[in-house]
Nanobody, 121 residues
Framework: VQLQAYGGGLVQAGGSLRLSCAASGLTSSTNTLGWFRRVPGDEREFVAAITRSLGNTYYGDSAKGRFTISRDNAKNTMYLQMNSLEPDDTAVYYC???????????????WGHGTQVTVSS
């Protein structure tokens, strides 16, 4: 399984970004795709996840009401639409794949390289 996140960049507070995660080699054991983020010195923080089969979603508290996760199975791509961005959203965002929907890093077996999101005040 290979995952590649892209779409990060610099945006002003209140702005929007859409992250994408291109996946390959997915199997039935990688039914869930998720987004995490990390600030240097901190633990990885769960952002959102979605199941490939039914599109069930799960959001972390920081994402609720502002971020929307989606997927396009035909393109093997997952998206994270981020609106109303705040400086606290600044982090490296990673996509991950695993078997179970949920916020625990233990649910995810495969991780991609991250994409930097910087929100200026």
């Amino acid at each position: 399984v290979q995952l590649q996140a892209y779409g990060g960049g610099l945006v002003q507070a209140g702005g929007s970004l859409r992250l994408s995660c291109a996946a390959s080699g997915l199997t039935s054991s990688t039914n869930t795709l998720g987004w995490f983020r990390r600030v240097p010195g901190d633990e990885r923080e769960f952002v959102a996840a979605i199941t490939r089969s039914l599109g069930n979603t799960y959001y972390g508290d920081s994402a609720k009401g502002r971020f929307t996760i989606s997927r396009d199975n035909a393109k093997n791509t997952m998206y994270l639409q981020m609106n109303s961005l705040e400086p606290d959203d600044t982090a490296v965002y990673y996509c991950a794949a695993g078997a179970r929907l949920g916020p625990s890093t233990g649910n995810y077996n495969f991780w991609g390289h991250g994409t930097q999101v910087t929100v200026s005040s």
